[in-house]
């Protein structure tokens, strides 16, 4: 039996938007084996939301190889390349799909394969939870979240020995420290919450308000994506635009930013949001943290979340100089707590991960049984998995199978990506011009 000493962990993260990517990337080389060197292939899933080059080198998480790729592509890289671990960051429908997929593979050595939540998990838990079932491992970004999601397994009598407690692996950075003559505030914008131009035009006006109340405060507006660019969630709004069209301009201290959520907190003295997860990260490093309530504390909107967590203020109070103070009980259950417990949390994920590879490479690991069969949901799930052109039973459908990626010859496959990227800006066109004002044409 060959040594595995300096022998490599090879790992395939399948991601399918900017975020997601980051997450898994980053995911990835903190639960990989530490005793042997990672070797990292990064993969990305072709959609309305396939990050761009400017995107990537923004989240800041690199890999060995990256390449975009369809579903069944990705499939079949599975099967003629070799790999430990499988991360797969994506939503939940693309995660039961390619569980039916590596199971219909039927690999002698199968790998271990990861999934779970980018961060804030407010909305669909059964749904989602239900779609990512099958994995080997299942992680939870928190001790809050792991009972969640170990309740819902159990009470569909599905196997829940799958989750794993971890941590959001984008934690991290220097903890929160004054510096005399800095005043900055930071609101993280979301591409989705809020949905509405209305909405949207109201928070930003607040922001302006804020920054002509207060000229030595600098005022920042950290923005996700530029239009025209996806996320993990479509933004039919985007601030760029509403930010043209304020009355009197946008004051001096006032500024619209991008970069790496980490370094913009570097400099932040109050970081103010509607849900984002960059709140967490914010909270973790004890930057002073605002949730905001101007739209009420509700479901739709995430901040329900946060209900707790004492960080809950308006622009009102904002304006008027009010700085929540973050609940320490609350942060230590939902994983962000400043005291580094958020890396230790990954050192039970990491031996769980080790654990499961050194049985995969013995051939013991068990199939991927999902929850999700063509028993207990034969309405549901050969839709689902015709969505990402997959049979009932997990093999790729004729059609995906005539356009394997590598069929092509070179001039054909220039003018291919040539028109896909085409038919990606229409569709964003169409998501942030022509929609909103069908819309409205609707609304007369």
Request: hydrophobic share 40%; net charge positive; charged share 25%.
């Amino acid at each position: 039996m060959p040594s595995r000493i300096n022998q490599a962990v090879r790992v395939a993260v399948l991601a399918d938007s900017d975020t997601r990517w980051k997450w898994g990337a980053l995911t990835a080389r903190r639960i990989a084996p530490d005793d042997r060197p990672t070797e990292l292939s990064g993969f990305l899933l072709r959609g309305r939301a396939t990050p761009t080059a400017r995107q990537l080198a923004e989240v800041g998480a690199d890999a060995d190889a990256l390449r975009e790729v369809t579903g069944t592509a990705f499939l079949r890289a599975l099967r003629e390349e070799s790999y430990d671990i499988v991360v797969l960051a994506l939503v939940g429908g693309a995660v039961q799909a390619m569980l039916h997929g590596i199971a219909a593979l039927k690999l002698a050595n199968r790998p271990v394969v990861v999934t779970g939540y980018v961060g804030v998990v407010y909305e669909k838990l059964s749904d989602g939870l239900l779609l990512r079932h099958g994995a080997d491992v299942v992680l939870a970004n928190s001790l809050y979240d792991a009972e969640r999601f170990r309740a819902v397994y159990e009470g569909v009598g599905a196997d829940a020995s799958s989750v794993t407690e971890a941590a959001l692996p984008f934690l991290g950075g220097e903890r929160y420290q004054p510096e005399e003559g800095r005043d900055t505030l930071v609101f993280a914008a979301q591409p989705s919450v809020p949905a509405t131009r209305a909405d949207r035009t109201y928070l930003l006006r607040r922001l302006v308000e804020h920054a002509r109340l207060h000229p030595r405060r600098q005022v920042l507006l950290k923005l996700r994506s530029k239009p025209g660019e996806h996320t993990t969630h479509i933004e039919e709004f985007p601030y760029q635009r509403l930010a043209e069209k304020v009355p009197g301009g946008l004051p001096d201290n006032f500024k619209l930013v991008y970069g790496n959520m980490g370094e913009v907190l570097d400099r932040t003295d109050l970081l103010v949001t509607v849900s984002s997860t960059a709140a967490l990260e914010s909270l973790h490093r004890s930057v002073p943290t605002a949730i905001l309530t101007d739209f009420g504390v509700r479901e739709p909107l995430g901040n329900h979340h946060f209900i707790g967590s004492g960080c809950l203020a308006s622009w009102d109070q904002l304006d008027g100089g009010g700085r929540p103070v973050p609940d320490a009980r609350w942060a230590e259950r939902q994983g962000v707590a400043a005291d580094g417990s958020y890396a230790r949390a990954f050192d039970t994920a990491r031996r769980r991960v080790t654990e499961l590879t050194e049985r995969a490479a013995a051939g013991e690991l068990p199939g991927i049984s999902p929850y999700y069969t063509a028993t207990t949901a034969p309405g549901y799930l050969p839709g689902l998995l015709a969505r990402y052109h997959l049979a009932a039973d997990g093999t790729p459908l004729p059609a995906a199978a005539r356009t394997a990626e590598n069929s092509a010859g070179g001039v054909r496959r220039v003018v291919r990506e040539a028109v896909r990227g085409a038919a990606r800006g229409a569709y964003r066109h169409g998501v942030q011009r022509v929609a909103p004002v069908i819309r409205r044409m609707g609304e007369l």
